[in-house]
């Protein structure tokens, strides 16, 4: 396709968009705008870039237009929709604020930001590979033998109180749903991988995170104060000699 120019959009100073941070619907102002046309009859796509009136992140947006095309004997049905896209990505899911604030002293923040990189940008396998590794990373900063097998692992676990059975269950799910994506070309659907994401986050909140918070509340609470005991009036006076 030959674009033959490049014109001003309609001016507007603001609109509704997706902020990568805050999420769909929210108010942004308009820093610039170019609408491309091309010689083919198919709209022009627009280009923004936009700042969130909440958060004051600047960000880019891309709008193409559905260009209905004849489709070939064999063809996939395509989306009859307009296409948005946003760079920094939008994020595909929140993330809880320890994610960013807290530090674990391993490689699991590496591993928690690709996951959710993974996840803005629909590379589903790879983002149900990285859960799996996420669970790894957690369970070495707990101190359980890498070495071990899984199986093994999570048991530990449950015996260190770590866990109790019903999570143990879910983290064999996890695990199992990180290997199928290894080794069995399985795809998961966003639900599927939301459902990954719900365990691993509370899992890492509840082991790591909570214990860390806890222990800080612990150390800023002020001591209770014992009360000095009043002397009898016999010892203030020497007694009754
Ligand atoms: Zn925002």
Redesign the pocket.
């Known amino acids: 396709m030959i674009k033959k120019n490049v014109v001003k959009a309609k001016s507007t100073n603001k609109k509704v968009a997706h ?5 769909p619907g ?1 108010n ?1 102002d308009i820093r610039a705008q170019y609408k491309q046309v091309s010689d083919a009859d198919d709209g022009a796509i627009e280009y923004r870039v936009l700042q ?6 600047v960000y880019f947006e891309r709008h193409i237009p559905f260009a209905p095309v004849v489709p070939e004997p064999g063809d996939l049905p395509l989306e009859e929709s307009d296409h948005t896209d946003y760079w920094p990505a939008a994020y595909a899911r929140k993330r809880p604020f320890w994610v960013m604030d807290f530090i674990f002293g391993s490689n699991l923040n590496n591993v928690l930001v690709q996951i959710y990189t993974a996840l803005d940008h629909e590379l589903h396998i790879l983002a149900a590979i990285g859960i799996r590794t996420a669970l790894d990373s957690a369970t070495a900063l707990l101190r359980i033998d890498q070495a071990l097998p899984f199986a093994v692992k999570l048991e530990q676990l449950l015996e260190n109180g770590k866990i109790g059975p019903d999570e143990k269950r879910q983290l064999e799910l996890l695990t199992n749903a990180g290997n199928a994506a290894v080794h069995r070309q399985w795809f998961p659907e966003p639900e599927q991988l939301n459902a990954m994401m719900d365990i691993i986050e509370s899992f890492i909140y509840r082991a790591l995170v909570l214990p860390a918070f806890t222990s800080k509340l612990k150390k800023g609470i002020p001591k209770h104060q014992r009360k000095k005991k009043k002397r009898r009036s016999s010892e203030v006076k020497g007694g009754p000699n």
């Open positions: 902020c990568p941070q805050c999420g929210r942004a969130c009136r909440g958060c004051e992140l």
